[in-house]
């Protein structure tokens, strides 16, 4: 018969300050207990547990005055239900926070981690191992562990230091170091993160090795250096600062110097790439309580697109030819809405004569635009609304021409809704008027101009709804008729003073004009609702222009249909769009996605002709995502982007992904084509394998090489 004693001891323990004391009561569940003086002795099926420890074993000794707990057999510790410990035998000090144990068996709930050493000793914080394993996965048969001559294990800080460690996949040893830190949880702390290994036939070995810096919660710093073994070196740094709880700050910035041989070899314009991009987001600046403000930053600057290139973060590839930096301000309140947003680009397109990068002198930068609104107000009767919409932009670069432009947007709309609410009706004029200011030319003068544009429009329709059994229908039929007029031109207008084609229209092709003509827009939006869920299940639209030439004859205009589909396992989507002049598609998308099970699939096919009234390009092309989720941790996956009327693919790659509990394994075979700032080359076509390999949570190594890799003409 199991006897039970309530010990009410002055039993103390650290707590989280060291100053902080607090007094424990422990209870003790044994077959048998005796007691002599301070001591008590338990045996048979012993138990002992209080609010921050459970013990068991076959035998216990409790030493009340040291505050001393002796185990023998089968003993087992669990403290603060996170760290368990088994062991044959254990002598704990609750007074000094110590214990020692041999053998011992040491697991993290949090993180699977466990220990496995012939002798440990603790003391407040720390454990001291002898001879000891780590690993977080089987514990009988391990697919990694780690063996060291000592290690210690810092509770508080989940910290393992390990000495004279060999790491061993199964009984292979495959990695030796003299010295091994990692931590056992997700906290932010400064250390080594994932490097990268890599090959590359024209750029030799490729090694970056990534420092990160948390010396703050609100901060922290990263750098990158990598080294190309026949192509240069460089280094990458990543600063990231959260000022307030509304903003956050983030600077990356970068250099990479060429090997003069590559640089030669390869045509390469500049021996080094260099660039720093600044982005500062912040909201609540000045404004409260029902006003809203906010400050968006984004400033870059590169000498070249080898800056992208070269980053350590295959994410980052763009082809864009412009690089953007904007500075965006706002304050909004509740009637009126005011902002001041600037552009600036860099042009890193090359000229199609001579593939020399372009001047960016001639590039038109927008500094800055001041926008203020009015919302809509009520005026004397009602549903009679109007606003009130005023711009200034200042158009500005070093050659070329340059202009001030001021626009001043008054609309003003009455609504009705008639036979009980089944149709409406909007009648909305709206007045437009712009300056234009032009300056910085020479030989041609420009006049300065002012163009008052008018727009009324009559809109009918109706909202209907109706509902079925497990459905709802909704269905939007809109017919507007729109009637534009230019009251007033004068100055130098583009496509409407000036002709479009000659040297001045050239130039003012830089600041162009929407040029509206009188039409009517038929247009249908209905979808289909689970009555239940209130989940879209199907939306259709359907829209046709109609448009009036200079002596008032209607002709058709595009015609586009679009169509989604929402189903249990994804979506399908598809849109055309139908020239009616041209009696051509000028446009056909249609995307799909799909989870089944185990199944993940995506397509995407776009469209688009050039005609006569298109004013779209010729383009076509398809893309491909799927993966298959072969068993429990082990997953394919393959991608293409391929470009239909090139006959290229842009990226194509295949990936196989092993995710166990305690290591994942990703293998990736890519192609792609890089840009590159030669004058002579157009784009670099590599095909790249990918190795990364993660010992949770111990970390791992990216691998990266390249098998094959030439240049595009």
Known sequence: MHKKILLSLLVTSALLKAEEIKNEKFQLVAKDISSKQNVITATGDVIIFSPTYYLSANKIIFNKENETFELFGNVLIIKDNQIRTQSD?????????AFNQNPMFLIENTNNVWLNSKQSTKDKNQIDLDSSIISSCDCLDPVWSIRSSSANYDTEDKWINAYNSRLYVKDVPVFYTPYLGFPTDRTRRTGLLLPTLGYSGDEGIYYSQPIYFAPAQNYDLELVPQIRTLRGQGIYSYFRYADSPDSVLNIKSGVFKENEEYKDENLLDNSEHFGLNVDY??????????????LFTSLKYL?????????????TISTDKKVESKVNYFYNMPDYYAGTYA?????????PNTQIIVSNDKTLQELPQVHFHSYNKEAFVDNLVYSLDTKVMNYTRPEGLNANIYELSAPISYSKYFF?????????NKT????????????????DADLIQNRTSVLVGTDLIKPYEDY????????????PKNLKEAGDLYDITVDKDSLKGKELKAFPIIQEQKNINLSLNQSLYSKYSLQQLINHKMSQSILYDEVDSPKLQNYENYLKINHDFGTISGKTVYNVQDSEFIENSANSILTYDDLSLGLGYYNSKDTENSNKEDLESYRVTTSYKIS?????????????IENMRNKQGIGFNIDDSCWNLDLKFEHEILPTSSRYINGKDQKIVFVNLLLKPLGGIKQKYTTNSTNGN
């Open 89 to 97: 035998y254990a002598f704990i000090d609750l007074k000094n926070d």
């Open 281 to 294: 987001n912040r909201r609540n600046i000045f404004a409260d309580g029902q006003n809203d403000d906010g």
């Open 303 to 315: 000498n070249d697109v080898e800056f992208i290139t070269l980053e350590n973060d295959d994410t």
């Open 343 to 351: 552009r600036y680009y860099i042009d890193t397109s090359k000229d």
């Open 420 to 428: 009980d609410d089944y149709l409406y009706l909007t009648v909305e």
């Open 432 to 447: 437009i008027i712009t300056k234009y200011d032009y300056s910085n030319f020479d030989s041609l003068r420009y006049d």
């Open 472 to 483: 709802l229908h909704t269905a939007n039929l809109g017919a507007e008729y729109v009637v």
């Open 632 to 644: 429990k941790d082990y997953k394919a996956s393959y991608y293409e982007n391929y470009n239909l």
